[in-house]
């Protein structure tokens, strides 16, 4: 187990420094000068140059370099090029919105997901499967921005019943705040949920026919009982799997989701920053975002050991030994 | 041009959407809706939804028309202020003295003005900020509005003496400019997430990505607003712009983003539009440096390719004055010069044969930058260019890479832009150095006539005669006039109907119930 975490850390690590020069060269070869976006076709050259200098433009990009992994590996990061202030100060209150709401559609997304595919799976060929599959269908379908829009269209505009975008912070108390974040939940969850909702079918098909379920059945379990107690826990592991790659989706939604509801959160704030060329900040996200990707897909590995005793004595046996 | 003023939006939703968010929103409101009308705020208090949000909170440190649109007249106060129809009152000078030869102004500064920090404004505050604009190390964006001032000093603690190194009709105006507002030195550093002005309003807070909130300030100088607090709310998307005017979100979008969604929400008693004018000539800029550019026949010949009426029907959905030469056409010494360049295929055809161009074997890159006037109107250029054999090649760029490439790489044959900056009819004396390239003695003769001219009449006719060899000389496309869209509820009065300069000043606004 130790050897794992250990090839899995580095591998992380590998792929985080893999992913800073990336992003740092192709910031580089990027056409856009952050100093002439923020003064301006007004602004005279000495001017530019003085703001330049001040930004630290005009050093070599390998010292830039350096200096930015240098300060990413020692917790100093450089302040954005366009808000000036440091990049977590600007992180943190985008987090404390993009990172609940995609927690939440997560949630919502595997609490409809589950239940609807097992059900579907139990029933298979009957009214329940097909409707649980037509739908699914549909949301497979439905862009998240389209169906965004189309909530706020009922919700919002018409009902009144919730705001239709912006987020009055968490200062303003959970009630506001959840209220802001209820719609951009549903319109991000329902997409993933419908993807959730096949995979758990197919998954809990495929258990239905094994050995060990007539086993079961032979012992004196009912159907259900079968499918709660053995059943369900060998399907997940391609319901998790297809969870971990389901997050990378779930964060490139958040940019687009975030855009229709004008939320204040990571996803517009990369998008922001890369028209601004605010290279400090691209840099230090995409970074982030890599980083977040490498440890949900850790994570989605050491759950297998979790759901399967197999992968775990396997593992941990013979490795460590 | 400001890439600020009417810069990127994540328009990825694209207006086709606008359209179906307008007409469902009126039909699930019609059919659901609460009658009672819904508002943002309470009746002393505005949300007002902007397209953009200021990347800092310092008007002299940056040229992003969105900073103004925040804190002009609202938290930061000039020596002077532009008033809504363009003229220029005093500001926290209350008069000023100009010397016989021009060169020297005494600015008498009022005695009762404070700081939102408590500390009262004197000259040397006056000093501090025209000493920091034209420094060496000075970032301020407009920096050439302050390039004719040689000193300035406090010759007490209420009055400022500014000499200048030449005549400069135009400085009581360049110092109400957003550039030119006076900050304090002790908050002159944090301006930029924490304003500190002498304005009615004063800074609550920024939550970025989302909002900022200003509050009256009690201790201000001049009548108190009739407003106690206001909300600036960023919604980039158009959709979404939409979405929060009919969800009551937002009460006003001074510069509404999508004038596709105008004529529903004017047939909706709920809302004012308002149709006003802006300081933004947009302009197909033309690469004097290029051939066959450099040829007067063939700049003519692109001119009169140009179909102003349908550009603006189809771009702007009607809205927008035709431009014949680079001049706001509100301006009182503006001259209506379109006849020069009058839509006429057949003499642009004529035209190019004189210049030896047979048809079809000229294309030309034309880069649109993002804004929906650029790339809906650069469609529409490309397709009248064609009629008259001229193949243009789209290229829609984004703002970073138009300043760099187009604006100065200069790596460009045509470009769209609008040019917001009030009066600034001189960027064609910059000769090679600007991205057209335009280089005529005459009117570089004119542009310094009008430097040292301070008489009224004078002035309006070398405008006038600068705005005559523009036009002759063809040196671009002279496209429209950029509108001011504005959307509010009914129920609001006093928001600016025009924009002199990129501000709104809530200083007059109020509701009437």
Redesign the interface.
């Known amino acids: 187990m130790a050897w794992f975490l250990a090839r899995r850390a580095m591998a992380l690590a590998i792929t985080l420094l893999a992913a800073s020069l990336v992003v740092f060269c192709v910031l580089e070869v990027?056409?856009?000068?952050p100093a002439?976006?923020?003064?301006?076709?007004?602004?005279?050259e000495?001017?530019l140059a003085?703001?330049r200098a001040?930004m630290g433009l005009d050093r070599p990009a390998w010292e830039r370099y350096l200096d930015w992994v240098g300060g990413l590996m020692t917790g100093h990061l450089a302040n954005s090029l366009?808000?000036?202030?440091p990049v977590l100060a600007?992180l943190a209150?985008?987090l404390a919105v993009s990172g609940p709401l995609a927690l939440m559609a997560l949630t919502l997304a595997v609490a409809l997901a589950v239940p609807l595919g097992v059900l579907a799976a139990a029933r298979r060929g009957r009214a329940t499967d097909t409707a649980v599959m037509g739908l699914s269908q549909l949301g497979v379908a439905v862009p998240n921005?389209w169906l965004g829009?189309l909530l706020?269209?009922?919700f919002?505009?018409?009902?009144?019943w919730l705001?239709?975008?912006?987020?009055p912070?968490w200062e303003a108390g959970a009630g506001p705040a959840l209220a802001a974040l209820a719609l951009p939940t549903v319109a991000l969850a329902l997409p993933q949920a419908a993807i959730l909702a096949r995979v758990t079918r197919s998954a809990v098909l495929e258990v239905l026919g094994e050995d060990y379920m007539r086993t079961a059945r032979a012992k004196g379990l009912s159907h259900a009982e079968a499918l709660w107690r053995h059943g369900l826990r060998n399907a997940l592991i391609p319901v998790v799997t297809i969870m971990g790659l389901q997050f990378s989706f779930l964060l490139a939604g958040t940019i687009?989701i975030e855009?229709?509801?004008?939320?204040?959160?990571v996803g517009?704030?990369i998008?922001?920053a890369i028209?601004?060329?605010d290279l400090v900040v691209v840099r230090d996200l995409v970074v982030l975002l890599a980083a977040t990707v490498g440890v949900v897909n850790f994570l989605v590995d050491l759950s297998y050991a979790v759901l399967d005793p197999r992968l775990r004595q396997g593992g941990a046996g013979g490795r460590d030994a | 041009m400001s890439p600020t003023a009417s810069r990127p939006t994540a328009r990825n939703l694209g207006s086709a959407l606008v359209a179906l968010v307008v007409a469902a929103a009126c039909t699930v409101t019609a059919t659901l809706a609460d009658p009672r009308p819904a508002r943002a705020a309470p009746p002393d208090s505005i949300v007002l939804g902007m397209v953009l949000e200021p990347p800092h909170l310092d008007p002299t440190a940056g040229a992003a028309g969105a900073i103004d649109e925040v804190v002009y007249a609202n938290v930061f106060e000039g020596l002077t202020r532009i008033a809504h129809d363009g003229t220029v009152l005093p500001g926290l000078a209350q008069r000023w003295d100009v010397s016989d030869d021009g060169l020297v102004y005494t600015f008498h500064l009022r005695r009762d003005v404070l700081f939102h920090d408590g500390t009262a404004f004197t000259a040397d505050d006056a000093v501090f900020s025209l000493q920091r604009a034209i420094d060496t190390d000075s970032v301020n964006a407009q920096k050439g509005l302050f390039a004719a001032i040689d000193s300035a000093v406090a010759l007490d603690g209420y009055t400022l003496i500014v000499a200048l190194s030449h005549p400069q009709a135009l400085l009581p105006f360049n110092l109400g400019w957003g550039d030119a507002v006076m900050v304090a030195p002790e908050s002159a550093d944090t301006n930029r997430t924490a304003p500190v002005g002498t304005g009615p309003f004063r800074f609550v807070r920024w939550v970025q990505g989302d909002r900022v909130e200003l509050d009256a300030f009690p201790d201000y100088w001049g009548e108190a607003p009739a407003l106690k607090a206001a909300t600036v709310r960023f919604i980039p998307d158009p959709a979404a712009a939409v979405a929060g005017l009919m969800a009551g979100d937002v009460d006003a979008f001074p510069n509404m983003p999508a004038p596709e969604s105008l004529p529903a929400l004017e047939a909706d008693p709920r809302f004012t539009v308002s149709v006003g004018t802006t300081e933004g000539e947009t302009i197909l800029a033309m690469n004097h440096r290029r051939p066959p550019l450099d040829d007067i026949r063939v700049r003519r010949a692109i001119a009169h390719a140009i179909d102003r009426r349908a550009l603006i029907d189809g771009a702007m959905f009607g809205y927008g004055t035709p431009i014949g030469s680079h001049f706001a056409p509100h301006h009182p010494a503006a001259v209506d010069l379109t006849s020069l360049s009058a839509h006429d295929p057949e003499r642009a055809k004529a035209l190019l044969a004189e210049a030896g161009i047979a048809p079809g074997s000229l294309t030309l890159t034309l880069h649109l930058p993002p804004p929906s006037y650029a790339r809906r109107g650069g469609e529409i250029i490309a397709a009248q260019l064609a009629e008259v054999g001229i193949t243009a090649k789209v290229i829609p760029v984004e703002w970073a890479q138009w300043l760099d490439q187009v604006f100065r790489g200069h790596d460009y044959d045509l470009s769209i832009v609008s040019h917001t900056e009030p009066l600034d009819i001189d960027i064609y004396e910059r000769g090679d150095d600007y991205y057209f390239g335009y280089e005529n003695p005459d009117f570089e003769a004119v542009m310094a006539d009008l430097r040292v001219t301070t008489d009224t009449a004078a002035r309006a006719a070398l405008y006038g005669r600068a705005q005559r060899l523009l036009a002759e000389d063809a040196v671009n496309g002279f496209l429209f006039q950029l509108p001011k869209t504005g959307v509010w509820d009914a129920r609001l009065r006093g928001l600016w109907t025009n924009s002199p300069i990129q501000a709104n000043d809530l200083t007059g606004v109020s509701w009437t119930e």
């Open positions: 990027l056409p856009g000068d002439l976006l923020i003064l301006g076709t007004g602004a005279r000495d001017t003085a703001l001040s366009t808000y000036d202030v600007l209150p985008r921005f829009l706020v269209l009922v919002a505009v018409g009902l009144r705001p239709a975008g912006g987020f912070g687009i855009t229709v509801f004008t939320l204040p959160g517009r704030l998008v922001q028209g601004q060329r």
